[in-house]
Each structure stands twice: as C-alpha cells, then as structure tokens.
C-alpha cells in the first residue's frame, strides 16, 4: 500500500487556508490532518499525532510562523506574501523545505506536493544511503520549477522510451536503446540525479545487487 502523506495547514485567512486544503486533499497520496488559524493550534494540534508536513503562513495572529517550524522540526513549507530576502533566508534557515509567495496557481503547490512525496520516497527505509541518493533527493525536492522545459539527449530519450516499458536494467536499457551499457549507465545515473529516473537494486543469490531503473514522472 503506498504512503498517505498527512498535511497541516497554518493560515489565519480562513479563505485562503481552505484553497490549500482543497489542493493538498486533490493531490495524490495526500490528506488534510487539520487546518488551524494560530500557533497555539498548531501546538494543539501538534500535542497529538504530528503531521508528515505543513504548510505555514510567516504572519499568525500569536506568533512567526517560521519559528513554529525552526521549534516543531516538523518538514515544512512556508507559503506567504512576505517577499523580503531576508525573510526567505530566515525561512530556509528554520528548516523550511521550500517558499512559496503567495498568490501562486494551484498547479504549482501540487508540483510542489508531488516533488515531496518523490523525495521521501528517496529517502525512505533503513539502509544507509549512497551520495548518489542523497543527490536524487535534493535535485528531486529542488529541481527546475514548472513549466521548465529539460533539454534531452537523443540517447536519453531513447532511454526514457525504454523505460516507459517497465523497469529495467542498464544492460536491457542499453539493447533496447540501442546503445552501448556504459553510455546507458552513465546518462541513466544522470537522469537518476535529476530526479527523472528512479534506481533500486535487486539483490540475487551472489554477486554484487543489480542496479534497475524505472521513470519517475
């Protein structure tokens, strides 16, 4: 079964508060834990299950919201009219994931939502992680905004033709591309670290873990 993310949203503006919630409940693997007017309910909120993410306005009633987020540890982005630098880089200091100016489409806190669940994603499981992942993640969670357009290779995508197929390996990758099985590794660990390609190893009986490679969007 795949993970439901659970989202508080932090806006005073009951109008604006409900936007959110309506784009968080239509994004794909995610629900509304709760949608509170101040920190102190926040706090309340909080006392009880906490959240996967929030979502938090910089100017509450009761409070900053950036220090509900530097003090809860709680992934977050903060979505605010507040367009001073200096706010922005307190914002991101705090631990903010990302910065949204307000007013934004609804289309670009749903891209944002879904590069969230691909980056836990990443970062999900016990195992230790390799560079390689960590890199995944944050070009994932950081990557161009929308509407960017990425400029392709033929043999990448050739590639990602391939892949549309199912997962595969870069050997089956490279014949099905046409390629050679170093030039398929290569390009798809490029596209892996730019969160296009998603990598996962199958263990056999002996040898070192086969590297599969599936499309991520």
Same mark, same amino acid.
């Given at each position: 079964?795949?993970?439901?993310?659970?989202?508080?949203?932090?806006?005073?503006? @009951?109008?604006?508060?409900?936007?959110?919630?309506?784009?968080?409940?239509?994004?794909?693997? @995610?629900?509304?834990?709760?949608?509170?007017?101040?920190?102190?309910?926040?706090?309340?909120?909080?006392?009880?299950?906490?959240?996967?993410?929030?979502?938090?306005?910089?100017?509450?009633?009761?409070?900053?919201?950036?220090?509900?987020?530097?003090?809860?540890?709680?992934?977050? @982005?903060?979505?605010?009219?507040?367009?001073?630098?200096?706010?922005?880089?307190?914002?991101?200091?705090?631990?903010?994931?990302?910065?949204?100016?307000?007013?934004?489409?609804?289309?670009?806190? $749903?891209?944002?939502?879904?590069?969230?669940?691909?980056?836990?994603?990443?970062?999900?499981?016990?195992?230790?992680?390799?560079?390689?992942?960590?890199?995944?993640?944050?070009?994932?969670?950081?990557?161009?905004?929308?509407?960017?357009?990425?400029?392709?290779?033929?043999?990448?995508?050739?590639?990602?033709?391939?892949?549309?197929?199912?997962?595969?390996?870069?050997?089956?990758?490279?014949?099905?591309?046409?390629?050679?099985?170093?030039?398929?590794?290569?390009?798809?660990? $490029?596209?892996?670290?730019?969160?296009?390609?998603?990598?996962?190893?199958?263990?056999?009986?002996?040898?070192?873990?086969?590297?599969?490679?599936?499309?991520?969007?």
């Amino acid at each position: 079964m795949e993970k439901t993310w659970s989202v508080l949203v932090v806006d005073d503006d @009951f109008r604006v508060a409900g936007i959110h919630a309506e784009i968080v409940e239509a994004a794909p693997g @995610f629900r509304v834990q709760d949608s509170v007017r101040s920190i102190a309910e926040a706090h309340q909120v909080l006392a009880g299950t906490q959240p996967d993410l929030m979502l938090v306005d910089v100017y509450l009633p009761d409070g900053d919201g950036i220090e509900l987020v530097r003090s809860t540890g709680i992934d977050a @982005f903060i979505l605010s009219a507040a367009d001073e630098a200096a706010t922005v880089r307190r914002a991101l200091h705090a631990g903010a994931l990302g910065y949204l100016l307000k007013p934004f489409q609804r289309q670009v806190l $749903t891209e944002r939502l879904d590069r969230y669940a691909r980056y836990r994603h990443v970062l999900s499981g016990q195992r230790g992680l390799r560079q390689e992942k960590i890199d995944q993640a944050l070009s994932i969670l950081h990557g161009p905004p929308p509407g960017t357009a990425v400029s392709r290779s033929t043999t990448e995508q050739l590639l990602l033709d391939a892949l549309g197929r199912g997962e595969l390996s870069a050997a089956e990758a490279a014949e099905a591309a046409g390629v050679s099985r170093a030039t398929a590794q290569r390009r798809l660990a $490029t596209m892996a670290s730019q969160g296009v390609v998603q990598v996962r190893l199958r263990y056999g009986t002996s040898g070192r873990p086969e590297h599969l490679y599936s499309k991520l969007r």
